[in-house]
């Protein structure tokens, strides 16, 4: 789905084009990395990448900031006089976790963890043990992709298995990060920017500022730079994307990133201290693996098909792929997309008859591809997501190995590629490029968002980037949409003890497509930030954030959970706060009730 597959008059228009960085376009030459040329070599990617997410992580290692030990006397962070019998289960509750489908060991008191192969003890999900480049065990423990990526919907007892690929809603890496500083070093973890700042949400893509300021853009090195741009807003928070998404989409980070490469992957792993720049480098082959498992996989099935409405289904496909939201002067203050103004215009085409339809698309092979970048000033949710990236910023991402520069045919490793180069680069971010040699992983200078694809759309609450709204039929109706709300809570065992979100389907409302929520009224006082419950620390905070978060990256911050009340406050997804405002795709407005029930058991067959 390049430039120059589009057709006049065609239903879609895609504009967020795939860029291929195994074989770019010329000047660039052939990546050295290429795809998998069979299908028994892509299995074994596929086998490898998914072997690697669940045995190894390197993110933060070397620091040794969380061990063993802390992780055994996590307890003592809750309050507790004693370590519970319960212990894993209330992991699994405070941080959104959920128990591994695979041996992820971790080593009990007294046990060596090279002499009993990792150890006794089994690690939830998302956390891990790591592991050098001979395979050895560190003796440190951290984080690893599936903590944010990976989630359950839906219990055993109910009859649902585990899903690879369904973006956790229930993580809290802030709250974990907390309680290890607090055991670690018995105070609170402060960071210059709040990392999570709520359950399901993470400010993770603040990380590319720091990855900038920790590690050499070109070499991957670890030393101190200067290419930090505070000056640019805050991204804020956002939800985790679905994995199983990944084969569908021709673009990551919200549409400004091509899906082909793997680099933007690597991220988080680029963060640690235990590697040379060469070592992290390295990793690329083994990220391929890991893209080659995401590219696997696909979104379970709706749990109980004999419950559709299939007629009212059918009609739900019509109105889908027809209905045009600006017909006879509707949504006339909203500017219209390219394409015929209907849901399919921006998410893409999932019925095989309109896949087949030469006026809906220019191939049936683009059935399922979602490919269209919707504008800001058309979409209108929260924007403080598209202020991840400054100008300088841009720069300073396109001419370094992120965008695979050296695939430019003039850059050498004793050029562009030679360690040292911070001021050089410095100064041509602040000059707009043109001394230095761009690569292909450019991105993007749209403003606005990706439109996800819709497979899976029936297990993907919440919704909007930054999970701000509950249910499919919220989306639809955004007068029904709550401003402050509570999804769920399982009940604690005991008194003192933690209660999690209820990860069940009983939890789940499968009529509207989204979690069964408590509304919580704001409280009278001054706008925005009195209705946030929780100290007055945090209220400080938030109202700064809101006053100027938008346009210096330092400038939102946030208090670390100190108390319990402060905990149960990330339970709760509050629309006032910066980066989480619920409003926008209200071009939905203009649809009757009946309609949006016929598009919600449409929705439930894909």
């Given at each position: 789905?390049?430039?120059?597959?589009?057709?006049?008059?065609?239903?879609?228009?895609?504009?967020?084009?795939?860029?291929?960085?195994?074989?770019?376009?010329?000047?660039?030459?052939?990546?050295?990395?290429?795809?998998?040329?069979?299908?028994?070599?892509?299995?074994?990617?596929?086998?490898?990448?998914?072997?690697?997410?669940?045995?190894?992580?390197?993110?933060?290692?070397?620091?040794?900031?969380?061990?063993?030990?802390?992780?055994?006397?996590?307890?003592?962070?809750?309050?507790?006089?004693?370590?519970?019998?319960?212990?894993?289960?209330?992991?699994?509750?405070?941080?959104?976790?959920?128990?591994?489908?695979?041996?992820?060991?971790?080593?009990?008191?007294?046990?060596?963890?090279?002499?009993?192969?990792?150890?006794?003890?089994?690690?939830p999900m998302g956390l891990t043990m790591?592991?050098?480049?001979?395979?050895?065990?560190?003796?440190?423990?951290?984080?690893?992709?599936?903590?944010?990526?990976?989630?359950?919907?839906?219990?055993?007892?109910?009859?649902?298995?585990?899903?690879?690929?369904?973006?956790?809603?229930?993580?809290?890496?802030?709250?974990?990060?907390?309680?290890?500083?607090?055991?670690?070093?018995?105070?609170?973890?402060?960071?210059?920017?709040?990392?999570?700042?709520?359950?399901?949400?993470?400010?993770?893509?603040?990380?590319?500022?720091?990855?900038?300021?920790?590690?050499?853009?070109?070499?991957?090195?670890?030393?101190?730079?200067?290419?930090?741009?505070?000056?640019?807003?805050?991204?804020?928070?956002?939800?985790?994307?679905?994995?199983?998404?990944?084969?569908?989409?021709?673009?990551?980070?919200?549409?400004?990133?091509?899906?082909?490469?793997?680099?933007?992957?690597?991220?988080?792993?680029?963060?640690?201290?235990?590697?040379?720049?060469?070592?992290?480098?390295?990793?690329?082959?083994?990220?391929?693996?890991?893209?080659?498992?995401?590219?696997?996989?696909?979104?379970?099935?709706?749990?109980?098909?004999?419950?559709?409405?299939?007629?009212?289904?059918?009609?739900?496909?019509?109105?889908?792929?027809?209905?045009?939201?600006?017909?006879?002067?509707?949504?006339?203050?909203?500017?219209?997309?390219?394409?015929?103004?209907?849901?399919?215009?921006?998410?893409?085409?999932?019925?095989?008859?309109?896949?087949?339809?030469?006026?809906?698309?220019?191939?049936?092979?683009?059935?399922?591809?979602?490919?269209?970048?919707?504008?800001?000033?058309?979409?209108r949710t929260d924007p403080e997501r598209?202020?991840?990236?400054?100008?300088?910023?841009?720069?300073?991402?396109?001419?370094?190995?992120?965008?695979?520069?050296?695939?430019?045919?003039?850059?050498?490793?004793?050029?562009?590629?030679?360690?040292?180069?911070?001021?050089?680069?410095?100064?041509?971010?602040?000059?707009?490029?043109?001394?230095?040699?761009?690569?292909?992983?450019?991105?993007?200078?749209?403003?606005?968002?990706?439109?996800?694809?819709?497979?899976?759309?029936?297990?993907?609450?919440?919704?909007?980037?930054?999970?701000?709204?509950?249910?499919?039929?919220?989306?639809?109706?955004?007068?029904?949409?709550?401003?402050?709300?509570?999804?769920?809570?399982?009940?604690?065992?005991?008194?003192?003890?933690?209660?999690?979100?209820?990860?069940?389907?009983?939890?789940y409302d499968l009529d509207n497509l989204?979690?069964?929520?408590?509304?919580?009224?704001?409280?009278?006082?001054?706008?925005?930030?009195?209705?946030?419950?929780?100290?007055?620390?945090?209220?400080?905070?938030?109202?700064?954030?809101?006053?100027?978060?938008?346009?210096?990256?330092?400038?939102?911050?946030?208090?670390?959970?100190?108390?319990?009340?402060?905990?149960?406050?990330?339970?709760?997804?509050?629309?006032?706060?910066?980066?989480?405002?619920?409003?926008?795709?209200?071009?939905?407005?203009?649809?009757?009730?009946?309609?949006?029930?016929?598009?919600?058991?449409?929705?439930?067959?894909?």
């Amino acid at each position: 789905m390049v430039e120059g597959i589009n057709q006049p008059g065609t239903a879609v228009q895609f504009n967020a084009y795939w860029i291929d960085v195994h074989n770019p376009l010329p000047p660039y030459k052939p990546n050295p990395l290429q795809k998998a040329a069979t299908c028994g070599e892509w299995r074994a990617q596929v086998a490898a990448g998914q072997a690697f997410l669940e045995s190894t992580s390197y993110f933060m290692a070397g620091l040794h900031l969380f061990t063993p030990r802390t992780y055994r006397k996590l307890w003592k962070a809750w309050g507790l006089e004693e370590r519970p019998a319960n212990f894993d289960e209330e992991v699994l509750k405070r941080y959104g976790l959920f128990a591994a489908e695979f041996r992820n060991p971790y080593p009990l008191e007294g046990e060596a963890p090279n002499l009993t192969d990792g150890g006794s003890g089994q690690l939830p999900m998302g956390l891990t043990m790591v592991k050098n480049l001979e395979g050895k065990y560190t003796g440190e423990l951290t984080v690893g992709c599936s903590f944010c990526h990976d989630s359950r919907l839906g219990t055993d007892a109910e009859g649902q298995q585990f899903h690879w690929g369904r973006g956790s809603n229930y993580f809290d890496i802030g709250v974990f990060v907390n309680d290890n500083a607090k055991v670690l070093a018995g105070i609170p973890a402060v960071v210059p920017f709040p990392f999570g700042t709520n359950a399901g949400v993470s400010n993770a893509l603040g990380v590319i500022d720091a990855l900038f300021v920790g590690f050499d853009a070109e070499t991957l090195q670890l030393r101190l730079g200067l290419e930090l741009f505070p000056s640019h807003g805050s991204e804020g928070q956002v939800k985790t994307p679905n994995w199983w998404s990944r084969a569908w989409m021709t673009r990551l980070f919200h549409g400004l990133l091509s899906s082909d490469n793997v680099r933007s992957t690597m991220a988080l792993e680029m963060a640690t201290f235990m590697l040379s720049g060469e070592e992290r480098r390295a990793l690329e082959p083994t990220f391929e693996n890991v893209d080659a498992f995401m590219n696997s996989l696909a979104p379970p099935p709706f749990p109980y098909p004999e419950l559709i409405d299939l007629p009212l289904a059918e009609a739900g496909a019509v109105l889908f792929h027809s209905r045009d939201l600006w017909s006879n002067g509707s949504n006339s203050h909203i500017p219209k997309p390219a394409g015929n103004g209907s849901c399919a215009s921006c998410h893409g085409v999932y019925s095989p008859r309109y896949a087949a339809d030469p006026s809906m698309l220019p191939a049936p092979r683009l059935k399922g591809i979602a490919g269209v970048n919707t504008p800001l000033e058309t979409i209108r949710t929260d924007p403080e997501r598209t202020n991840v990236m400054s100008e300088p910023m841009k720069v300073a991402w396109n001419t370094s190995w992120w965008a695979y520069d050296e695939l430019h045919p003039e850059w050498t490793r004793e050029g562009q590629g030679r360690p040292g180069q911070t001021l050089e680069r410095l100064r041509n971010d602040l000059a707009g490029g043109g001394q230095r040699l761009e690569g292909p992983n450019r991105w993007d200078d749209m403003i606005g968002y990706n439109a996800p694809s819709l497979y899976g759309v029936w297990a993907a609450a919440p919704f909007f980037h930054n999970g701000s709204v509950p249910t499919v039929w919220a989306v639809l109706k955004p007068a029904d949409r709550p401003n402050i709300w509570q999804p769920p809570l399982t009940e604690p065992v005991a008194p003192g003890l933690n209660a999690g979100l209820d990860s069940s389907l009983a939890a789940y409302d499968l009529d509207n497509l989204g979690w069964r929520y408590t509304e919580i009224p704001c409280q009278p006082g001054t706008e925005k930030w009195s209705c946030n419950p929780t100290n007055v620390f945090d209220k400080m905070l938030s109202w700064l954030a809101n006053a100027l978060g938008d346009k210096f990256w330092l400038a939102y911050q946030a208090m670390p959970p100190l108390t319990q009340k402060d905990l149960e406050a990330r339970r709760i997804v509050n629309t006032h706060e910066f980066s989480r405002g619920n409003e926008g795709h209200d071009f939905t407005e203009v649809l009757s009730d009946q309609e949006r029930l016929a598009l919600i058991e449409y929705m439930k067959t894909l």
